[in-house]
């Protein structure tokens, strides 16, 4: 695969100084058959701007639950999850909405692409709601398709691509609004090893870029890959880059 020379700017913004994120004391309990349970306990935790951040750790300890409360998915239930200056926990409904369409690109593990579409399409769908013209759109789709390495893919359908080429338009599609971070759970974990390699490059070449980059995985070779490494166990976050 070749990831094309198209001007960053365009694609993906520069990091702005300071932290992407900044998590207080952050808690999240849910009510489950009559009983509290626990899934972040106390978080404290900062990302800085430009970051590839990688989160390990269980099932059930609480990994999906914080990629909520950073997707502005959730709220928490006591604490504060600050995107630069935006106070999850306290926006409006409404301002949720505009964060996720505009500052958060979403990557999940089952590509979640409508297969009826084309991949040109698929991509597109995520700017309808910010507003831009019928050009715009089109460029910037173009853009983001070239800038995974599939600016020759545009009118083929999710069933006429590889596993690792579905991931890739998953990614256009998460990029192509120009977010200021790219949140991906399991984004290898249908591929296998040479896809998940492409991946991966695709995923490195944009947080080079800028793009502050944070992935939920089980795949240690993924994990080894980022510059800093989390492990969530039982609702609490270390540190494990240097372990």
Aim: glycine share 10%; no cysteine; aromatic share 2%.
């Amino acid at each position: 695969m070749t990831i094309t020379d198209s001007s960053p700017a365009e694609l993906t913004p520069h990091a702005p100084p300071g932290p992407a994120y900044r998590l207080t004391g952050v808690t999240r309990t849910y009510q489950q058959k009559g009983r509290v349970v626990k899934a972040l306990t106390g978080v404290d935790l900062e990302i800085a701007a430009g970051d590839f951040v990688t989160i390990q750790g269980p099932t059930g300890g609480g990994k999906s639950t914080l990629l909520q409360l950073l997707g502005a998915l959730d709220r928490p239930s006591s604490g504060s999850v600050l995107l630069g200056e935006m106070d999850v926990a306290r926006a409006s409904n409404a301002q949720l909405g505009r964060l996720r369409a505009e500052e958060i690109g979403f990557v999940f593990q089952g590509f979640n692409l409508i297969p009826t579409l084309t991949a040109h399409e698929n991509v597109d769908m995520a700017l309808e709601p910010l507003g831009l013209s019928k050009t715009e759109r089109k460029e910037r789709v173009t853009e983001a398709l070239a800038h995974v390495g599939l600016a020759d893919r545009g009118d083929h359908r999710p069933g006429e691509l590889s596993g690792g080429q579905q991931q890739r338009v998953a990614i256009a599609r998460a990029i192509v609004k120009r977010p200021r971070v790219l949140l991906a759970d399991e984004p290898t974990g249908n591929l296998d090893e040479s896809m998940r390699d492409e991946i991966l490059l695709v995923l490195e070449s944009l947080n080079a870029e800028g793009l502050t980059l944070i992935v939920v995985t089980h795949d240690s070779a993924v994990a080894r890959r980022a510059r800093r490494r989390l492990r969530l166990e039982k609702g609490s976050v270390r540190d494990i880059t240097r372990g």
